[in-house]
């Protein structure tokens, strides 16, 4: 099989990067390891910038979005008891749209459906194969066959654990990691939200966060240590912790339900430079992770296929390389912006295992800071909506 390029990976980056790229009539072929069922099963983050949210309308997939997505153009910070609510389209123009990244790959799967183009559910044993040459291949096994993707270009969109990064030689790749000393547990209710936008909650038992999915449907976190176990949270448990650490109000409009979904999610801030290497690009979790505080992690997906996206219309446009040279610097400039300020979220709202009072104290003090500070809820809000493309 004979592709322009090929994509590793079919969640909401490679998905999309592959609709952008067809609508400018470059052909893509998506290899993914999982089925599609279980692709659509995995829960995950749902705050969207105004940049990705351009994208999915560029794509011609928006429409659901803006039908169902629930508009937030503010977000409310508690320390201790006390709520503050910053506005992020005063000082931006700017607004986030809450729309669950389920749907976004559940829109992306059926366009590309509907226009009929090539995605391999289950390939297995996926191998980018000389990829600094002019020709790289893409080895694989689908039905039990030794089947190979010949392309121009590979785009390694695969997540943390998949193969694209792997490929890159030790003495070529950098990483840089921190890994935080706890969780977040979240709880998925069918249960109307307890605020019209999200509430991050910074308390002397840890961290809270009151998002949703919809008007009916609420996504409820709290920090729990990393051996923490989900059987040892039961749901009367969990919503007696969290209401402890909301204000008052927030807790009194907490409205408990059965769980639909409960997980313990691990922390961490991760980038790996370069993120290219001779055909083989990396774009979202494959090259860079936040910690979901500050909500970047799909959204910095987006900015890179937007970069990619442009590189290689470039490319096939006019024969120049210049856009393709450029994405890795252009996009870890982004990148390390973005993570510095999920670093920062984290930093500020959660409670760490060795922290002194001292530490509380100087959490307390950037949280007066921000609530006295308009330059610094407009700074805030700017990263909040997301810093251009």
């Known amino acids: 099989m004979r592709t322009q390029v090929g994509i590793i990976g079919a969640g909401p980056a490679g998905l999309l990067l592959g609709q952008l790229l067809h609508r400018e009539g470059v052909e893509t072929v998506i290899l993914e390891r999982r089925s599609a069922d279980y692709v659509l099963g995995r829960i995950r983050a749902g705050v969207l910038e105004q940049g990705m949210a351009n994208l999915l309308d560029q794509a011609g997939v928006g429409a659901r979005m803006h039908a169902e997505g629930l508009v937030h153009d503010g977000v409310q910070i508690a320390f201790d008891g006390v709520r503050h609510r910053i506005d992020l389209h005063g000082p931006t123009g700017k607004a986030v749209v809450v729309y669950g990244q389920t749907e976004i790959t559940r829109d992306l799967m059926e366009a590309r459906a509907a226009e009929g183009l090539t995605t391999v559910y289950e390939a297995e044993d996926v191998t980018p194969l000389e990829v600094t040459g002019e020709r790289p291949r893409l080895a694989y096994r689908a039905g039990g066959e030794a089947r190979e993707l010949e392309c121009d270009f590979v785009v390694g969109c695969d997540g943390f654990h998949g193969v694209a990064r792997q490929t890159i030689p030790a003495e070529v790749l950098r990483s840089y990691e921190r890994v935080y000393p706890f969780g977040w547990l979240g709880v998925m209710v069918d249960r109307p939200p307890v605020s019209h936008e999200l509430i991050y909650a910074s308390h002397e038992r840890g961290f809270a966060l009151c998002s949703m999915r919809s008007s009916d449907r609420s996504r409820l976190y709290v920090q729990v240590p990393l051996d923490d176990r989900i059987e040892d949270w039961s749901d009367e448990r969990f919503y007696e912790e969290l209401a402890s650490r909301l204000d008052p109000e927030a807790a009194a409009a907490l409205v408990p339900g059965p ?92 409670r760490f295992p060795q922290s002194s009072g001292f530490d509380r104290r100087m959490q307390g003090a950037e949280f007066s800071y921000l609530m006295s500070s308009a330059a610094a809820q407009a700074a805030f809000a700017e990263n909040y909506v997301g810093l251009p493309y």
């Open 259 to 350: 769980s639909i979904e409960k997980s313990i999610a691990p922390l961490r801030s991760f980038v790996a430079e370069p993120m290219r290497h001779g055909r083989l690009f990396l774009a979202g979790d494959a090259a860079h992770i936040v910690p979901p505080t500050g909500a970047k992690g799909l959204n910095l997906a987006a900015s890179d296929v937007q970069y990619l996206w442009q590189g290689l219309v470039e490319h096939y446009g006019s024969g120049s390389m210049a856009g393709l040279d450029a994405y890795s610097a252009r996009a870890l400039r982004r990148v390390w912006l973005a993570e510095r300020f999920s670093w920062w979220m984290t930093t500020t709202l959660h």
